[in-house]
């Protein structure tokens, strides 16, 4: 069994990254600069976005956070993402989920400049994802193949099952996991709350990405001896054994299924710190135009 080591990984990226910036800026380029909108105080958001950007700084990029109570209205934010979008210095820009209820996720996802996306949520995104043309892809889901590609992770031919279908990692991994390229040229099974036989189904994976937010779902049993298992959930649970009280924990239990994997991912230390890298890549790419001029 192979550990797949997602800070290692995500570390090389940044140096890369940082690397790149470097050139650019010595070639006559301009600094990387993202912006990101934050709604509200919900914890988890918070500690989300002050990530991205000290993540931002790390690599020699520009950041600007912006803040609003949840009590703006949609309208104001909406104009924000406009101004922010006719901004020339601004490269990417993320409105970080979820918004409060009175705010149409919708209307604020489809209101960012499709080639400032750098979360490749906005249609434009999604629908040349789907037609294997050139997009940001959603930050997990392009992560995930990054983990894929520098542990040589065989794909082609082999059975993926995928748990769970949100539009952020669940939809974009099925496109990705089943495309004509590498990873991908797998045949791809999409598990949702509605599936009847998940353990069956899973059975029969050669590999698993476990995406479904659902605490040690993903058991021994229900995996195949050499499999690859690649775990998204992050859930925050209580722990008698740690200092704060509280631990993180994925979709799969760890430590039984491990023995039976090729690769597996840990929580935490696995998928989290590739979603950053990737966003730091999207963001990249959206300086240096190589998807949209
Ligand atoms: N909330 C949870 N994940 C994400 C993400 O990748 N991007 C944004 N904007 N919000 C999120």
Redesign the pocket.
């Known amino acids: 069994m192979q550990l797949i080591d997602g800070n290692k990984i995500s570390a090389e990226i940044k140096l890369e990254i940082a690397k790149e910036v470097e050139e650019f800026k010595a070639n006559g380029g301009k600094t990387p600069h993202l912006a990101a909108i934050l709604v509200g105080n919900d914890g988890a958001?918070e500690t989300?976005v002050s990530n991205k950007v000290k993540d931002c700084e790390q690599v020699g990029f520009l950041s600007t956070l912006v803040r609003y109570e949840d009590t703006i209205t949609e309208k104001e934010l909406l104009d924000k993402i406009v101004e922010i979008n006719n901004d020339g210095d601004i490269d990417g820009l993320?409105?970080?989920?979820?918004l409060p209820k009175h705010i149409s996720e919708q209307k604020v996802i489809e209101t960012i400049h499709f080639k400032k996306d750098v979360?490749g949520f906005h249609p434009v995104n999604m629908g040349r994802l789907v037609l294997s043309l050139p997009s940001f892809i959603?930050?997990?889901p392009f992560g995930i193949t990054e983990l894929i590609k520098r542990y040589h992770i065989e794909t082609e031919g082999r059975n993926c099952v995928i748990l769970g279908r949100s539009n952020?990692v669940g939809t974009p991994m099925n496109l990705l996991m089943s495309r004509k390229a590498y990873p991908g040229n797998c045949t791809v099974t999409v598990c949702h709350s509605k599936t009847k036989n998940i353990r069956e189904i899973c059975r029969n994976a050669d590999i698993i990405i476990a995406a479904m937010g659902s605490v040690e779902f993903v058991t021994a049993d229900m995996v195949k001896e050499g499999a690859v298992v690649i775990d998204v959930g992050i859930t925050r649970i209580k722990s008698d054994k740690t200092k704060s009280g509280w631990k993180l924990t994925g979709d799969v239990k760890f430590d039984e299924v491990a023995p039976r994997c090729s690769f597996i991912t840990p929580v935490p230390g696995g998928v989290g710190p590739m979603?950053r890298a990737a966003l730091l890549k999207n963001t990249l790419m959206a300086a240096g135009k190589e998807i949209y001029l």
Do not use: E, G, K, N
Not at 94 to 98: A, F, G, Y
């Open positions: 958001s989300y993320i409105v970080q989920l979820p979360d959603p930050a997990t952020i979603t």
